[in-house]
């Protein structure tokens, strides 16, 4: 599902935030990405929908190769993957519903029945049903990124990326999102979450990859190579 092949980014500015970065996330597996604040987690993963490109070496997303992706075929690729940010990024203008229902507006892919639909199916998933009609800032800070799940998956994407998901959360509520993120990868989807928190990842059992200083230096855990695509 994720291919990174001596992936290398380099800015204008000459800081380089990955060196040659290599590794594979098959189909189906849920994988942390772990390293110190400014080790490149957030770059890699802005990688994978082409929020960044690499300076050097090529990455490959659901057999996808994005070098060779025009700038007009990005939103279609950016539609099989569900973005969680720390922040949940929500707009405040708008209410729980209609924040879930954003990207399928934007896609301008689904009559309004199925927006409905689709919208209420994710709210019930992260259990905040009752909630649609709230607008954020109503909303406790685990709630809210909750919220930021929903309308990560209400596309039903193959692959879902998360970026220090709990970084604002109490234990509970951390463990809480991580279990909502183990369901959704019990069903099929393909999860990556950056993380810096190695107690609470490290009670998951699951595959993580480390960075130090932009380069991958540890594989560890899971079932490395036990499912491909």
Known sequence: MIHFSNVTKRYTNGYEALNEVSFHVGRGEMVFLTGHSGAGKSTLLKMIPLIERPSAGQVIIDDKHLGRVKRRHIPALRRDIGI???????????????????????????????????????????????????????????????????????????????????????????????????????????????????????????????????????DQGGELGAQTG
């Open 84 to 218: 969680i940010f720390q922040d949940s990024k929500l707009l405040n203008d708008r209410n729980v519903f209609d924040n879930v229902a954003l990207p399928l507006l934007v896609s301008g892919d689904h009559h309004p029945r199925e927006v409905g639909r689709r919208v209420r199916a994710a709210l019930d998933k992260v259990g905040l049903l009752s909630r649609e009609h709230d607008f954020p800032i109503s909303l406790s800070g685990g709630e809210r990124q909750r919220v930021g799940i929903a309308r990560a998956v209400v596309n039903r994407p193959k692959l879902l990326l998360a970026d220090e998901p709990t970084g604002n959360l109490d234990p509970a509520l951390s463990r809480e999102i991580m279990a909502l993120f183990e369901q959704f990868n019990q069903v099929g989807v393909t999860v990556l979450i950056a993380s810096h928190d190695l107690e609470l990842i490290g009670r998951l059992e699951k595959r993580i990859l480390a960075l130090r200083r932009g380069r991958m230096v540890a």
